[in-house]
């Protein structure tokens, strides 16, 4: 192996071509429009996003620079422009659309609610005017931590409004999580409510805020409490507040606080596999400008479409398409409090045809867990408003691929699938859904002003096809991090370092392949070495999941005295785990089918079976934990961030 690069193993050949109808419906039905973006973006990089800028923001000052690069990696997008987020989300609507509806939400309990974008910024304006009676100011970081309810788009937007900086915690994450993000942005406010609906259970949010407040965050003078489950809570008083206590009164109009282009619109923490969590610090121009973009190139979202991301505030996914992108480009959203099984396996797919959804946008995870469960779900609803799907998240396996393409898709939608990350604020290898076309596990392309490319070791660029290597962007890109929160000098190193600066570096490893598409192949932490082959963790699991018995699958490296590593393979299969006596069969079956699919040298040494795997709440699987498990060690690192931590002992064996 030269130059230490990842060999791929695994190539899938289908293709699929947008149908006609959606070409010609969609904003670009012409093949001409997509490449003049694409040349303008090539030729200038920063007259490209210029333009963009000026004619997709309303701002209140024009910027008149574009990029400001002399404190590289610190890059600087129009910075000398103001604006307001909220503004370009709200204000900018209400004379032409004021009626329409912005949010269609659902409770799991099967409530709903329609807002009009009138309704929404009222709501946005006296929940901001509240905010500024209790003493933020522009600047201030206030913390959420709550329910998947329109009222966390309502705080979200009104910190935008005041120039507060949120910093969202999802809800699924402990007291301790909680405490150690409301210290580390040294916030004056958090914000939550007594519990959501989730799983058919009560998330007791309040008892969990009050918790992190005894064990310090000594920063916090309020916090607010929405009413949603109704159950007991307790309060204390001069510190905790109602929600409708906090509007009570209070003006249905609130004059925008123009900001700065850099001032911080969040924070968003990511637990990155090691290390304390960091504070990704985005943008106020640049994030918004990214987030409408991508709106319009990838989901190609127009006047009529009822758009469904299905992913919680408390993720980047929630913030770029479900907080700030919908509204900017004055569309419809649903939003959904719940969880995608209950009361069962059809709940999504009732949605869709009860809202007419038609754009749904969901991650890997949640398609592969839905398609286990059966074809009889999705076969019971109405699904013909879908005109385009994608994912997000993790590379989708082509089985989950053709089944969402077939059994959702119905063969006439295209999938888009869309590779970002916290840090990137909005997509970067993503299809133009009209014209491109998809192949099942490929991101595509970079979108046009995305300067992508894979290299090797010494950050040469990979131009061999199929070749693996990390995957950096060459050129600043206006919704990039700008920082991570109190921690310059980390943003340096866990960014830009490896390559002397000259690129960000995703922390992924890549492949591009002969027609230019973008293969993700896992995180580069992750690549397996088996005697000396250097193998991506995502094509064994996609071999493991392409056989008819296997619906989900997670594959580690294990030292092993000759190989270097051995190959360790955690498997759920479709319907019950097998007993001892089937498992020894199964395994020799599934050895013989990667080696079929892939070759020897990945057929996996061990494999476990499980009826799940360990996965964080945004459904990433923690394969630090498969590896320590691999390696017959105890575990000893912090789980309560797992979705079901009592998966363990299975997976170790023991149960
Ligand atoms: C990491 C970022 C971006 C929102 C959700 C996750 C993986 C993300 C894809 C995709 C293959 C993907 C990458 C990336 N990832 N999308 N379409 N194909 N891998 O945000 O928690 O910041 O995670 O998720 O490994 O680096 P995040």
Not at 114 to 131: D, K, M, P, W
Not at 135 to 146: A, P, Q
Request: hydrophobic share 35%.
């Amino acid at each position: 192996m030269e130059n230490n690069t990842i060999q791929s193993v695994l190539q899938e050949h289908r293709t699929f071509k947008p149908s006609a109808e959606f070409s010609q419906n969609s904003r670009f039905p012409d093949p001409a429009s997509i490449e003049a973006l694409y040349k303008h973006a090539s030729t200038d990089h920063t007259g490209f996003w210029a333009e963009l800028a000026n004619t997709q923001i309303n701002w209140h000052k024009p910027f008149t620079k574009t990029l400001d690069d002399t404190q590289a990696p610190y890059y600087e997008w129009f910075n000398d422009g103001e604006l307001n987020v909220s503004y370009n989300c709200l204000d900018r609507h209400l004379e032409t659309q004021g009626d329409k509806t912005a949010i269609i939400f659902e409770g799991e309990q099967g409530d709903t609610q329609h807002i009009s974008y009138r309704t929404l910024y009222e709501r946005v304006c006296q929940f901001a005017n509240g905010l500024k009676d209790l003493g933020v100011v522009s600047g201030d970081r206030v913390v959420l931590y709550m329910p998947m309810i329109p009222e966390a788009v309502v705080a979200m937007q009104a910190c935008a409004r005041i120039g507060a900086i949120h910093s969202v915690v999802f809800g699924g994450f402990s007291a301790e999580s909680l405490r150690d993000r409301i210290e580390d942005a040294d916030a004056k406010i958090v914000i939550t409510a007594d519990g959501g609906h989730r799983g058919g259970k009560v998330v007791p949010l309040k008892e969990a805020t009050d918790k992190a407040l005894s064990m310090g965050c000594d920063c916090i003078e309020h916090s607010i409490v929405f009413t949603r489950t109704k159950h007991d809570i307790n309060m204390q008083s001069g510190r905790d507040i109602l929600w409708d206590d906090v509007i009570k009164d209070k003006a249905t109009t609130c004059e925008p606080t123009w900001v700065n282009s850099e001032h911080p619109l969040f924070l968003l923490y990511t637990s990155g596999s090691t290390g304390k969590p960091k504070g990704i610090q985005h943008s106020s121009g640049g994030y918004l400008l990214g987030a409408i973009t991508t709106m319009q190139w990838v989901f190609d979202i127009q006047d009529k479409d009822i758009f469904w991301c299905t992913a919680d505030v408390g993720w980047i996914t929630g913030h770029t398409y479900v907080a700030y992108g919908p509204l900017a480009c004055g569309s419809t959203m649903l939003m959904f409090e719940g969880a995608p099984t209950v009361p069962d396996a059809g709940r999504f797919w009732k949605m869709c045809e009860a809202h007419k959804v038609t754009i749904f946008y969901t991650a890997p995870t949640a398609i592969r867990a839905l398609m286990k469960l059966g074809d009889d779900f999705p076969k019971k609803y109405d699904l013909s408003s879908l005109r385009l799907l994608g994912t997000v998240g993790e590379p989708i396996n082509p089985e989950a691929w053709m089944w969402y393409h077939t059994v959702i898709g119905q063969e006439k939608c295209p999938i888009v699938d869309t590779w970002w990350q916290t840090e990137t604020g909005a997509h970067m290898l993503a299809p133009m859904p009209s014209q491109t076309s998809a192949k099942p596990g490929s991101c595509t392309r970079a979108l046009p002003g995305i300067d992508a490319i894979v290299v090797d070791e010494a950050g040469n660029e990979i131009t061999t096809a199929d070749q693996g290597g990390y995957l950096v962007v060459r050129k600043p890109w206006p919704s990039m991090l700008r920082n991570i929160w109190g921690d310059a000098e980390r943003y340096n190193e866990t960014y830009w370092a490896k390559f002397d600066g000259k690129y960000y570096l995703a922390g992924d490893s890549a492949r591009k392949d002969s027609d230019g598409y973008f293969w993700i192949m896992g995180r580069i932490d992750d690549v397996l070495n088996v005697s000396g082959h250097r193998l991506g963790t995502m094509e064994v699991e996609s071999a493991l999941v392409a056989h008819e018995r296997v619906a989900e699958a997670a594959v580690v490296g294990s030292p092993h005295d000759i190989k270097g590593e051995s190959i360790f393979a955690y498997v759920v299969l479709k319907g019950d785990r097998p007993s001892a006596e089937d498992a020894d069969a199964i395994t020799q079956t599934l050895r013989t089918w990667v080696g079929e699919q892939i070759g020897a040298i990945a057929k996996p040494d061990n494999i476990r079976f499980a009826d799940n795997l360990p996965k964080t709440r945004s459904g990433k699987i923690m394969r630090r934990l498969l590896r320590t498990i691999a390696k017959g060690d105890e575990i000893t690192s912090d789980t309560s961030t797992l979705e079901n931590e009592s998966i363990l002992l299975q997976l170790q064996g023991k149960e």
